[in-house]
């Protein structure tokens, strides 16, 4: 199982962070949960929100009001979209497999800096 | 709110060993399955420990995990320290509505 993020490097304040996360070698629509954790430069991991292939959705309740995350099966990846960001967005992004309370496969990460 | 405290750091020579606690905040942690992940600077986290004390194929057993409900704590326990286990280490768990939460993170240095 692989996973991939892409996205933009650098989004202004008050703009969206939109990212995608690539699985490989595994259909989504198989099962598990899929997660969305990020972490500060020289700071500790922080979990953003969960979703089901059926588009259930589990947010962290500090996020939520400025989060959707979405899943596009036929693809075979999801999609996390924070809106309003400010410098504290900025953070390595990571997406994950959640398989039964445990993250079994990771992505590299992807660095998202918030700045003008 | 349910809370996971770590160590900020602890230190340990080659060869010995090494816990790291997880304290839960209030509640049970025995609750919920802890996780622990080992992440090395510049990679992603990697799983050593899930459901409290189970091993994934590829971790040595010198890694462990417990819990103990009359501290209601979690620890990782690691033996026969190697100078590759320097990293930090993450305690994770879940609360009551099925959200995720991570301790701290505990820097482990190997000197």
């Known amino acids: 199982v692989q996973l991939r993020e892409s996205g933009p490097g650098l989004v202004k304040p008050s703009e969206t962070l939109s990212l995608t996360c690539n699985v490989s070698?595994?259909?989504?629509?198989?099962?598990?949960?899929w997660v969305w954790i990020r972490q500060p430069p020289g700071k500790g991991l922080e979990w953003i929100g969960s979703i089901y292939h059926s588009g259930r959705t589990f947010y962290n309740p500090s996020l939520s009001s400025r989060l959707t995350m979405s899943v596009d099966t036929s693809k075979n990846q999801f999609s996390l979209r924070l809106r309003s960001v400010t410098a504290a967005d900025t953070a390595v992004y990571y997406c994950?497999?959640?398989?039964?309370?445990?993250?079994?496969?990771w992505g590299q990460g992807a660095l998202v800096t918030v700045s003008a | 709110n349910f809370m996971l405290t770590q160590p900020h750091s602890v230190s340990e020579s080659p060869g010995k060993t090494v816990t790291i606690s997880c304290t839960g905040s209030?509640?049970?942690?025995?609750?919920?399955?802890v996780q622990w992940y080992q992440q090395r600077p510049g990679s992603a986290p990697t799983i050593v420990i899930y459901?409290?004390?189970?091993?994934p194929s590829g971790v040595p057993d010198r890694f462990s995990g417990s819990i103990d409900s009359s501290s209601n704590s979690a620890s990782l326990t690691i033996s026969g320290l190697k100078t590759e286990d320097e990293a930090d280490y993450y305690c994770q768990s879940y609360d009551s509505t099925n959200h995720v939460l991570f301790g701290g993170g505990t820097k482990l240095t190997v000197l």
């Open positions: 459901e409290n004390k189970q091993r």
């Open positions: 209030s509640g049970s942690i025995a609750s919920n399955y």
């Open positions: 994950a497999r959640d398989r039964e309370y445990h993250f079994d496969y």
């Open positions: 070698d595994y259909s989504i629509s198989s099962g598990y949960y």
